[in-house]
């Protein structure tokens, strides 16, 4: 698993770290929460998005999905408490295949059960070529200015990794591709080249 260069702070900052940390009490052994969205993109990328929800795609062990999706779904005690909830995401298409072998673990340390695992930032992107929404563009131009994904590695990997388990993506998925990469190399050329945007 990829050591977690981006965010060297362990600690989790309010109003998640008090959530995450009664959520870790209940915790008898070692679980894995796989984030993803808005809260990966602001806490471990560093994106100034306003979000109250931890969107995981999965929980590992399999069988304490249910128990900790009650104890932190929207409308239960704890989301009442600290206005944070849990949520699992279920909409998402397809994601790339070999997504877990490049988790990184967020806050390494500040929990004693959790462990909250954030995706690649080219496999964070691809879960959200589904939707495409004004907010995911703004997330892609951020991670592009920040140099931290390119439109070749986005490319590859969607073809070896998501392409041949969407239905149809030439209808959809490969148009939404297409007009990630030119975004990513206009903020990149963007960066490089500064003045010309003048």
Not at 75 to 90: A, D
Not at 104 to 127: I, N, Q, T, Y
Request: hydrophobic share 40%.
């Amino acid at each position: 698993m990829p050591i977690n260069l981006l965010m060297p702070d362990s600690s989790i900052p309010a109003p998640w770290g008090p959530f995450l940390k009664e959520l870790d009490a209940v915790a008898a052994e070692q679980v894995d929460f796989h984030c993803i969205g808005g809260f990966v993109l602001t806490r471990q990328y560093g994106f100034m998005l306003e979000t109250s929800d931890v969107d995981v795609l999965a929980i590992r062990p399999t069988p304490l999905l249910d128990q900790f999706l009650a104890l932190g779904a929207k409308g239960s005690p704890l989301h009442r408490k600290h206005r944070i909830y849990l949520q699992l995401v279920t909409v998402i298409e397809a994601y790339p295949e070999e997504y877990e072998d490049r988790l990184s673990e967020m806050f390494p340390g500040a929990l004693k059960h959790l462990r909250l695992l954030a995706p690649d930032p080219h496999d964070l992107v691809l879960m959200k070529v589904g939707r495409n929404s004004e907010r995911d563009r703004e997330g892609i131009k951020f991670l592009a200015r920040k140099g931290l994904i390119t439109s070749t590695e986005l490319r590859t990997r969607y073809e070896k990794e998501m392409r041949p388990y969407i239905a149809l993506p030439e209808t959809r998925n490969d148009p939404v591709i297409s007009l990630w990469q030119e975004m990513i190399d206009e903020e990149v050329a963007a960066q490089q080249h500064p003045d010309a945007a003048l």
